[in-house]
């Protein structure tokens, strides 16, 4: 620190590097978090964003229903029925009922929600957490790659055929008539796609049931997303993001109810390994004293 004689001048430099100290203790605090959002670009993470799914649709489909004979997926969704029927619950057919005679549009509706808007919200999201709050951006990216993954080991392990298929007399059906009262709206009602069609059938997995990643990846959304929402309306308007998407997944006949806590648990499960990735990240920084000086080295660096 420079000392001159008059006193009057000392008392302005000691106060100058008490201020530049300050600075310089907030300068290091935030160094991890601009540090991390320095190392992030877009097309990196555009390119692992879609080479992950790539991966995860050839992975899906590669145990998926052209590789699993549809007794068992037919054997697992009468296990689902039978614990939902326990516990009371088996009312996926009734409820579809009396929705499909509301209107037709209601129903195109939710068959459009179904087939497209967990790909549009999850990737605005994505999308806003990489611009505004890329400090906690690669947290919720790991988090939902590592839900994405276990839903993989779910698909590949309990293979469920979904409520539209169970009376289905197709190449995926179960051909169960006790099961009529299902009805397949994305075929009856189409909208832009339907799983009856042949490249549909071919490239996707028919019993990619359990657990529902349509619930996991809304409950990714609201919960990344909440905190930064000041307005009433606007934190219950985000809130009811999945209550309306386990609607959907029912109402289409695409998953039992059940599915909805299988969607809940990966992305429980994936939600704590990615913090256990950033506690290990943080770990390492501490043991980095070179790129990551203490609160004092840095502070003394910029008073001096």
Known sequence: MAYVDDPSANSVVNTTGTAAAAAAIGAVGVAPAAA?????????????VLGFYVVYSMIRNLFGSNAVDPSIALRNALRVVAVERYVGGFAEAEIQRFFLEWSTPFIRFWNLYYGTLHFV???????????????????????????????????????????????????????????????????????????NSGTMQSVSNQYAAMPSLHIGWSLWCVA??????????????V??????????????????????????????????????????KGLRRQASPVNHPTAAEGAKSLVS
């Open 36 to 48: 991390t959002a320095s190392r992030l670009r877009w097309y990196r993470e555009v390119a692992a």
């Open 121 to 195: 919200v999850t990737a605005g999201v994505m999308v806003w957490l990489f611009r505004r709050h890329p400090d906690i951006y690669p947290r919720w990216r790991n988090g939902l790659a590592a839900m994405t993954g276990l839903a993989l080991v779910g698909f590949s392990l309990f293979p469920l055929m979904p409520p539209r298929l169970l009376a289905d007399a197709g190449i995926y059906g179960g051909g169960d008539l006790r099961f009529s009262g299902f009805v397949d709206t994305l075929h009856q009602f189409p909208t832009l796609w339907s799983f």
């Open 224 to 237: 990344a997303t909440l905190p930064f929402i000041r307005p009433l309306w606007g934190r219950v308007l």
């Open 239 to 280: 809130s009811l993001y999945v209550p309306a998407t386990v609607f959907a997944i029912v109402v289409t006949a695409n998953h039992y109810w059940i599915d909805a806590l299988g969607g809940v648990a990966v992305f429980t499960v994936g939600y704590l390994i990615a913090g256990r990735i950033e506690y290990v």
